[in-house]
């Protein structure tokens, strides 16, 4: 055990070497510099995404389950899923293995599916929709790179995980800053920090997305394992089963209509029976 630890430990070491001497190696950087820097390493985490291939993503479905968490990390539930998105701004994901509990988002507007019928997706889940947008690192790759008034920026050599990497940050006008940890021998994305303040309070809020378990699927790197936190505590963990890009999702199923058309087939629109005493 001693030297297991021992050998982990002088493992670190290095790698902590490594990237220090990195870092004096890269030297200062003028701005100009910074964020030619930090393009070319998106560039490249793109590439080993799956180049081409990644970008052509329009629509994507993934099986598996996700863990939920609340307070001190304690596991509050736990689902089978599929989650259904068609770019840039539509979700669809069904619960449990009956696929009677439905979450729909359609850009600024959201429906959810229970057992007590269709109802409007309430002002705070959407709000949070339109957040993981923004902060979603898929997005900023396929289409906002190129969004005025965004700033990259070459964040610098780390060591995440005893592996070395090399942050990019990007900020947007809404003041969300985005920090990437990309391996720099694989190039892909280990983790992302999204750092934000409330606009009225001006708290501070750090949710961090880790990926890893990296699989090829069409083409595309696609991580298997998605955990996130926010503020140091476990929101949730997404373990992926499987996924298959590009197979024609239709509009239709992100529509209200469409979890009518499913509360219908449940059984919903029955009438219940009138008992008598």
């Avoid at 920090?179 to 983790?191: G, S, V």
Wanted: aromatic letters at 12%; proline letters at 3%.
């Amino acid at each position: 055990m001693r030297l297991k630890f021992l050998t982990a430990w002088m493992v670190a070491a290095l790698a902590l070497f490594l990237a220090a001497g990195a870092h004096a190696q890269e030297g200062f950087l003028t701005p100009a510099q910074s964020e030619a820097k930090a393009k070319h390493l998106i560039q490249e985490a793109i590439q080993a995404l799956g180049g081409q291939a990644y970008l052509d993503v329009r629509d994507q479905t993934c099986k598996g389950s996700v863990a939920f968490f609340g307070f001190h990390d304690q596991l509050t539930g736990y689902e089978k899923v599929i989650d259904y998105n068609l770019y840039p701004d539509k979700e669809r994901t069904e619960y449990s293995s009956k696929r009677n509990i439905i979450d729909v988002y359609n850009g600024d507007k959201g429906w959810t599916l229970d057992r007590g019928g269709v109802s409007v997706m309430s002002a705070a889940n959407l709000r949070d929709f339109q957040k993981g947008l923004q902060r979603d690192i898929n997005q900023l790759f396929r289409y906002r790179l190129k969004d005025p008034g965004l700033e990259i920026r070459y964040g610098g050599p780390d060591v995440v995980d005893l592996k070395q990497i090399d942050w990019v940050d990007v900020t947007d006008p809404e003041h969300l800053t985005i920090r990437i940890a990309l391996d720099r021998f694989t190039h892909l994305p280990l983790r992302a920090i999204y750092i934000s303040r409330d606009a009225k309070t001006h708290e501070r809020t750090e949710e961090i997305e880790y990926f890893s378990i990296y699989h090829q699927v069409q083409g595309v790197n696609t991580p298997f394992q998605d955990t996130r936190t926010r503020n140091g505590n476990k929101v949730y963990q997404f373990f992926i089963r499987s996924c298959a890009y590009n197979t024609g999702l239709e509009p239709d199923i992100f529509t209200r209509e469409s979890l009518e058309a499913r509360w219908k087939k449940l059984g919903g629109n029955k009438k219940k029976k009138k008992h008598f005493f």
